[in-house]
């Protein structure tokens, strides 16, 4: 007989709708690429972000060579827009900012926004879930 906290949690994936994959991808000036996974319920959680700008590389990848590494901070939906933080690893700042803004509908939206790194810069940016 399956333990009652174990049987609930097997119910709760198999109902549960099927997103793996599912994230944020973005791309601008300069090859800018911002590819951003997130997890599937409610709320907005990345799973990982790489972030690829000027040559230059901000990931939550570990022991990435060369690459700056980041932590998410904080992701927040209200209403149309969408607000995404990345702090260091110890938490010591914030080093990137991803503000979108959503208009249209569920399945035909347009996405866009800025993506600012302090010191680095601050570039337009259009998205797409995916």
């Not at 907005?44 to 060579?65: D, R």
Request: net charge negative; proline share 7%; hydrophobic share 45%.
């Amino acid at each position: 007989m399956m333990k009652p906290l174990l049987f609930a949690a097997l119910i709760s994936l198999a109902a549960g709708p099927a997103i793996a994959g599912e994230g944020l991808f973005c791309e601008g000036p300069h090859d800018l690429a911002i590819q951003l996974p997130l997890a599937a319920g409610p709320g907005l959680s990345p799973l990982s972000a790489e972030i690829k700008v000027v040559g230059k590389v901000w990931t939550t990848a570990e022991g990435v060579a060369g690459a700056t590494q980041i932590t998410p901070a904080q992701a927040v939906g209200v209403d149309d827009r969408l607000y995404f933080d990345f702090t260091n690893p110890n938490y010591e700042g914030i080093l990137v900012k991803v503000r979108l803004f959503r208009s249209g509908t569920e399945d035909n939206a347009a996405i866009g926004g800025t993506l600012t790194i302090p010191g680095a810069g601050t570039w337009a940016i259009s998205c797409q879930f995916g």
